[in-house]
């Protein structure tokens, strides 16, 4: 039995930094990993020899339809804050909805890492990222939305750990609670979960809570397991 193929886009960013290497000669997929530049690609392809690498330009609805082509899933990381975002991530909705009404059509999920509360959309990262998402709730694909919230090693944790009286500055307010995820937590959930295609509806209202404040530099052991939330359409 051939292996099915799984698209993932942004394969040199920090997300899929941690995602690849889990996915990577693991037996089920065969990655087909979307390279940017020339240089990227070159990269990729030393990394990672036996994945399918295609550099390609996503800002193409042509380009994306022919990444998806035969693709069983794809894991759409957008580059955030691009200019042309927006139109990227819809082109990737409906490169994947023309794929799977294609016959012979193997394609079973689209998996979207967005962030958490997109209906906030004063910040330009959540009202970009909010339109891929209507695209996909009114697409007829079966669909994962990954919600994470700011990325913990972003944080400079060692060196916080080894201070008497750790102090971080931040330029938001310190009372207001934040959540933190981990990049290998965040890639595990694509890994194990998301990718497993499954007749189940979940969404995050009243499951999401803030864990920490800015000012409390105690880290709770737990702080991961409410930092993704799944939202999951059926067949």
Not at 88 to 117: C, P, T, Y
Request: glycine letters at 4%.
């Amino acid at each position: 039995m051939s292996e099915e193929i799984l698209v993932i886009t942004r394969p040199g960013g920090k997300q899929c930094a941690h995602l690849i290497p889990m996915l990577y000669n693991k037996g089920r997929f065969k990655l087909r990993l979307a390279a940017h530049t020339e240089a990227s690609a070159s990269k990729l392809k030393q990394q990672y020899p036996d994945a399918e690498v295609i550099q390609t330009d996503i800002t193409s609805l042509a380009a994306c339809q022919s990444l998806l082509t035969g693709a069983t899933a794809i894991n759409a990381v957008l580059p955030s804050l691009h200019s042309r975002e927006r139109e990227i991530g819809l082109n990737f909705v409906d490169a994947a909805v023309a794929e799977s009404q294609r016959q012979g059509s193997v394609f079973k999920h689209f998996v979207f890492s967005s962030l958490v509360f997109t209906q906030s959309r004063m910040l330009m990262q959540h009202d970009i990222k909010s339109y891929v998402e209507e695209r996909l709730y009114l697409s007829p694909l079966n669909w994962t939305l990954l919600k994470p919230c700011n990325f913990m090693d972003a944080y400079p944790v060692p060196l916080l750990a080894n201070q008497h009286q750790p102090v971080v500055e931040k330029p938001w307010d310190p009372d207001i609670g934040n959540n933190m995820i981990a990049l290998h937590d965040l890639a595990e959930a694509s890994a194990k979960d998301a990718l497993d295609v499954g007749k189940r509806v979940l969404t995050f209202d009243g499951i999401y809570k803030p864990t920490a404040h800015a000012h409390d530099m105690r880290c709770e052991a737990d702080l991961s397991s409410h930092a993704i939330v799944d939202a999951v359409v059926w067949p």
